[in-house]
């Protein structure tokens, strides 16, 4: 893996950048923030710069990089909270979400979704009690099968960033990528052909919308989120046919999440399992401690993670999230223009 371990002086540098934009900005969310946060990021030590600009250039095979040694106060972070919906650490832990947003801007553009986390862009990864068998970052009990994230999406993440605030049970998050040169020339061939549909995972689901936000919704919206969540129920019941792999021929993307796919034929079927006990065979486990920061390859490398016990006692595992994505353009009939950060 692409690893960079920030020396103390690197610290100091990140440390005094971040709480500066914090005297400037209330919260990551801040659409003016936003929209400086790329400029802001040329700010940091050309070392870090370099490091995840040529993580993003050279496309390494294993698809992973991890920009750790940044200190957290646990005290000051506050409790791991119960649900994301208060969002009760926007101001406390605001300088580590700023320095994530910004090493995140050396790699894409960060967008949201509308039917995710209530349309934030920073999202939160820690048990909550009502998720607790559930297949969502939020939950606990269940393994969170290995999956691309948001497969099911054409404007899915290029980047899934994940910053870990604390993980005191050592929480592993697994990692994996297909042996390819595994499976004969035929399955290939079929894995880029269209004989796959993908639904829509739960974290879409409208039933995960938080109570503030339905309230909202019921009675502020102006139809735009009533049809986002229309939109995930379309692609629900009538998904379209989609590829697995794609792009070159000798090293292929991926878009995989087999919890939510559907072959269309038995040969689809059987080369998704030849590909899937390749990935199985080799899943790698990390364990992420306070201030690591990973960003995955989504293109490239699938995620997910360890069953565990959640404590509910206000100290479990608590990672923040973000998407970006390398060109916003592609997007722009979802998000309703240029300024929009949140695909509907
Ligand atoms: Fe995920």
């Keep these: 893996m692409w690893a960079l371990s920030l020396s103390a002086r690197e610290v100091e540098a990140v440390r005094a950048l971040t709480n500066e934009i914090a005297l400037q900005h209330k919260s990551v969310e801040d659409a003016e923030f936003i929209r400086h946060a790329s400029v802001y990021a040329h700010e940091l030590p050309q070392h870090i710069r370099q490091f995840l600009n040529e993580f993003k250039l050279l496309e ?3 698809g992973v990089c991890l920009v750790s040694g940044y200190p957290i106060d646990n005290t000051r972070i506050g409790k791991t909270p119960a649900h994301w919906k208060w969002k009760l650490d926007a101001s406390t832990s605001l300088p580590e979400q700023i320095m994530f947003v910004l090493f995140g801007c050396l790699l894409g553009e960060p967008f949201a979704w509308a039917t995710q986390q209530d349309g934030y862009l920073m999202h939160d990864v820690f048990p909550i009690e009502g998720n607790r068998y559930d297949q969502l970052g939020t939950g606990s009990e269940q393994t969170l099968w290995w999956h691309t994230e948001d497969a099911f999406h054409p404007h899915r993440a290029d980047y899934l960033g994940l910053m870990c605030l604390r993980n005191p049970d050592n929480v592993a998050t697994t990692l994996g990528s297909p042996d390819l040169s595994r499976l004969p020339a035929e399955q290939l061939d079929i894995l880029f052909q269209p004989r796959y549909v993908i639904k829509p995972d739960e974290s879409h689901a409208e039933k995960n919308e938080s109570d503030l936000h339905k309230q909202d919704r019921e009675h ?3 139809g735009l989120l009533n049809s986002a969540y229309e ?5 629900n019941s009538a998904p379209p046919e989609v590829p697995l ?3 070159a021929r000798q090293n292929p993307y991926i878009c995989l999440d087999p919890y939510f796919t559907i072959p269309l034929d038995d040969e689809a079927g059987a080369a998704l399992n030849a590909l899937a006990q390749t990935v ?3 899943l790698q486990e990390l364990v992420l ?5 990973i ?3 989504n293109y490239r490398v699938v995620h ?3 069953a565990f016990k959640a404590r509910y006692d206000g100290t479990d595992r608590w990672l923040k999230r973000i998407n970006l994505t390398r060109d916003l353009r592609k997007s722009h009939g979802a998000r309703g223009g240029c300024e929009m950060r949140v695909m509907l």
């Design 280 to 282: 199985d065979d080799n």
């Design 304 to 306: 997910g993670r360890k």
């Design 245 to 247: 792999l794609f792009g």
């Design 231 to 235: 939109r995930i129920k379309q692609l």
């Design 220 to 222: 502020n919206d102006d």
């Design 60 to 62: 390494p095979a294993d």
């Design 295 to 297: 960003f995955i390859d």
């Design 289 to 293: 401690q306070p201030g690591d920061c």
